[in-house]
């Protein structure tokens, strides 16, 4: 079964660099469905912002601590050869869920729970998490599977290293 080789250089690059779009657009979509459905009367530039730093940090956590494509590289690995598109889209729907399943529930918490004006009780906690749930899930992945690979690239230029290799492949992902 192929590895997932990448240098630690390479992952914090990626990390950084990949977590900011996530960041601002998950901050945004959530203001907005909590708009939509009356729980704000307005957009709130302050608690954007809030948002959009806890968010960066969390999934900055995820994907230096958790390191859902490593996680995922054997997974994918079952379901096609790296670099095809059975074995992108399978890496794609197992990082997306980690990094959402996490950043839903704390960023719910956060909202629910810490920030004005809301405060919730439990049950407003629970439906926060699914009615969040899924729209963050497609919004993540649409973003992922546009800047991916435009992101890994400038990662690997900014590091000076190759792609990464799946280790016993001879070829580049």
Request: aromatic share 8%; proline share 7%.
């Amino acid at each position: 079964m192929p590895e997932m080789k990448q240098s630690k250089f390479f992952l914090l690059a990626d990390t950084l660099i990949n977590n900011v779009p996530m960041a601002l657009a998950v901050s945004a979509m959530c203001q907005g469905i909590a708009i939509l459905q009356g729980q704000v009367p307005q957009w709130n530039w302050g608690i954007y912002g809030i948002n959009a730093l806890v968010a960066y940090l969390i999934a900055c956590v995820i994907g230096l601590a958790i390191q859902p494509p490593k996680r995922a590289f054997k997974l994918a690995a079952k379901h096609g050869a790296p670099g095809s598109k059975e074995f992108g889209t399978w890496m794609g729907i197992h990082i997306n869920t980690w990094y959402t399943t996490i950043l839903v529930i704390c960023m719910t918490l956060l909202n629910t729970e810490v920030l004005p004006p809301v405060k919730a009780p439990f049950i407003g906690v629970i439906m926060g998490i699914l009615v969040n749930y899924i729209p963050v899930w497609v919004l993540c992945f649409v973003i992922s599977l546009l800047l991916m690979k435009p992101i890994e690239k400038l990662a690997h230029k900014l590091v000076g290293d190759e792609d990464v290799i799946p280790s016993g492949e001879g070829s580049q992902e």
